[in-house]
Structure formats: C-alpha cells, structure tokens
C-alpha cells in the first residue's frame, strides 16, 4: 500500500493499490481527479509558520511550475533543495499574506464538508465566485473579492463543493480525523499520530493493514532510518537551514490571527463534541504558542 496524488505523479504500476490519495484541492495547486473510489476524508495540517516556507521551496523545486507537464519534467528535484533567501524574500513579499488566508480557507473546507466560503471574509459564497478563487492566477485579488464577485448585501445559500457531493457523499468530504505534520515525525509521538491514520483504513474492502504492534517499527524504518521515499527532511544540507526562512513581523501577526480564527471557530458551539475539531483546536493551540515565541524573539 503506498500514497498516491492528485497529479497522477507518483511511482506506481498496475500492481500498485494506494490507500491515500494527497491533495491540495480546493487550492489552486490540487485538482480533483478521482472519480470514485474513496469514501473518507482526512485533514493533514501543519504550522503555516513552516508550511508556507516549505510550498516555497517545492515550487522552487519544480521552477515554479504552472502545468502538470512542467510539474513532470522536474519530479526528480522534489525535496532535494531548499531556495535561496533571496528568492524566499522576493516570493514572501508578494505571496505570503495571501497563502495565510488561503490555509484557514483549506482548513474550513474540509471540516466543513465542502462548504463553500470565500478566502478573505470567511463569508459563505456562491459556486460562481469559488470556481475563481481557485484560479487566482487568472485573477486579481480584488476582481475575486466578495463584494466585487457576490456583494456586501448579498444573502448566499450554502452551497457545497461539487466533487464532494458526487464523489464523497453523506459526508464524505468532512475530515475524519486530523493529523499533525509534526506529530507525525516526532519520534515521541510519531508512531501513534500513524496509527491514526491506519485506523481509517482498517476493515477497508481490498485492504490489509498490518497488526497495530508492528506499525511503530514500519514507522521507524520510514521516518528514522529514512528507508522510504525522499521527504522534507532530504532538503537538510542542501541550501539555507529551514529556520533561516523569516517572516515578517505584520506577517506573524496576521498569521496568528488567523490560527485564532480557527480555534475559536471550532472549539465552540457543535464543534465542541467533534473529536476531528478538537485534534484540530489542540494542534493551533500549539502552533500560536510557537509563534508567539518566535515574535517575542523578533521584538528582541
């Protein structure tokens, strides 16, 4: 069993059976390309602090790929180098504040079922308007703002993303479980952050996970002794260290207003009692904490 992708670009043959599929959607960077087959999804989250750094340097990896065939073509140089500083700054200053916004926006829509909600205002919005915001490069941010698209004024019914009621029925696209990166490659609590993610999996038709008590040593073999395929950590060594990669100040400050978006969001009212909001609410916690020190640092 291994993990596939949206983009079709993982080593596979006609053996292969994935228990995963990684995507991006509804980002610009993912599409949607499974038309059937899955049944559940799960919620991958990482301290945005760190995670939209690390986008940077996959997009450095691929030279800053618009298309699936120029995404191809450089395969072989993904998580092989970290950019420059330069390139960072330069890709920071434009792109930075909207990435924030575009992480809570991913947050909400899979633990929402496919809601859809616009990117700047949370506000939900009309089908017609999120068809664009996944085309950012083909529009400014304010030809895709709401009162631009819908109107301040306008009363919107809830709408749900198309691929989710077609493909991930009777909420299907509401995230089951939540993983945290760091979690998962922590050897003190790596081992069982995988254990949730095999629990989705166990009992699956065609299907067989190995027995609960030999899943920490597959997860040493991969994530300790590096014996899988080439991760994050494979950059180590290769360009700046990861900690060299700043934000800026208004940066922080508005990325940690919008971690305290989301926890406030799900750690109130329904969201109390869901087990997937709460493992969420539990990991922004940590990922505020962090930041907050990081720009106490920064204010020397």
């Known amino acids: 069993l291994t993990t596939g992708d949206d983009f079709d670009l993982s080593i596979k043959n006609a053996e292969t ?162 993983i945290m990166f760091e979690k998962l490659i922590e050897p003190s609590t790596g081992p069982a952050e995988a254990n949730k993610m095999a629990a989705t999996i166990v009992g699956k038709p065609g299907i067989d996970v190995i027995s609960e008590e030999a899943r920490p040593c597959i997860w040493e073999e991969l994530i300790v002794h590096r014996k899988g395929l080439r991760t994050s950590v494979d950059r180590d060594g290769h360009g700046p260290p990861h900690e060299a990669f700043h934000l800026t100040m208004d940066q922080m400050l508005v990325m940690n207003h919008e971690l305290e978006r989301v926890r406030d969001k799900y750690s109130s009212g329904t969201w109390v009692d869901d087990p997937a909001a709460q493992d969420l609410v539990a990991g922004v916690n940590v990922y505020i904490t962090e930041n907050l020190a990081e720009m106490e640092q920064m204010q020397g």
């Open 17 to 178: 059976k994935f228990a995963f599929i990684k995507t991006s959607y509804p980002q610009h960077e993912g599409i949607w390309t499974q038309q059937g087959g899955m049944d559940q999804a799960l919620l991958l989250i990482r301290n945005p602090r760190w995670a939209i750094p690390g986008y940077h340097h996959m997009l450095n990896e691929i030279d800053y790929a618009t298309t699936w065939q120029e995404s191809y073509a450089s395969m072989d140089n993904v998580y092989t180098e970290r950019s420059s500083i330069e390139q960072w700054v330069e890709w920071r200053d434009r792109r930075a504040m909207a990435e924030i916004h575009w992480w809570g926006w991913f947050i909400d829509f899979w633990m929402e079922g496919g809601l859809m909600r616009d990117i700047f205002t949370h506000r939900m919005t009309t089908p017609a308007h999120f068809e664009k915001l996944m085309q950012p490069h083909e529009f400014t941010e304010t030809e895709l703002s709401f009162a631009n698209m819908v109107g301040e004024n306008t009363t919107v019914t809830p709408s749900f993303d198309y691929n989710c009621l077609m493909y991930l029925p009777e909420g299907g696209c509401k995230a089951k479980t939540v």
